[in-house]
């Protein structure tokens, strides 16, 4: 969570510049203070091209409508708002989905990575999942990155938590 901050991606310029091409995609904003996504018009004269889409914010709402001028420039769509997006364990960083999220098949593909942050292929399901997780394959049974080498684990399906081991078992 990061409560002291109006947007978990801020967007501004300095000295009347433009922003555009800009494509914000497949996250999971969980308790922005007030939007997931800041416009400021503090030194932008102009936003283009501006996408936001299939993502999920919790605790707040997906984009400040202060700053938008013309809907031309901006396509949002797709969004969730609201709904928790039912991780693991979020209190204790544990950030990998439970089976019945929201943001389970609700992603695109399109500009999207082929691998989720573990190196899960993606899509698990019909569709590419909001978020850093994949859901699907290789999310039951351990988890690198919680509790150390747990059993199951290695130091090469988890070198983070089992260096140089076999696995402990």
Do not use: M
């Not at 939007?35 to 932008?44: D, I, Q, R």
């Not at 938008?68 to 609201?82: F, L, R």
């Not at 399906?157 to 089992?162: I, M």
């Amino acid at each position: 969570p990061n409560p002291n901050r109006s947007g978990h991606i801020l967007l501004e310029g300095i000295g009347g510049k433009q922003a555009s091409n800009i494509l914000i995609q497949n996250n999971i904003f969980y308790y922005p203070r007030d939007y997931a996504v800041h416009l400021s018009n503090n030194g932008v004269d102009n936003y283009q091209n501006i996408v936001i889409r299939n993502n999920l914010t919790y605790g707040a709402v997906t984009i400040n409508p202060d700053y938008i001028i013309s809907a031309s420039d901006y396509t949002i769509e797709n969004n969730i708002e609201g709904q928790d997006p039912l991780f693991t364990d979020g209190n204790n960083l544990d950030f990998h989905l439970q089976s019945n999220s929201p943001v389970i098949d609700a992603g695109t593909s399109q500009n999207a990575p082929t691998t989720d942050f573990e190196g899960t292929p993606r899509p698990q399901g019909s569709a590419w999942d909001i978020g850093a997780d994949e859901y699907g394959a290789g999310t039951t049974g351990p988890i690198c990155g919680k509790n150390g080498c747990e059993p199951g684990e290695t130091s090469q399906s988890c070198p983070q938590d089992c260096p140089g081991s076999t696995g402990n078992q």
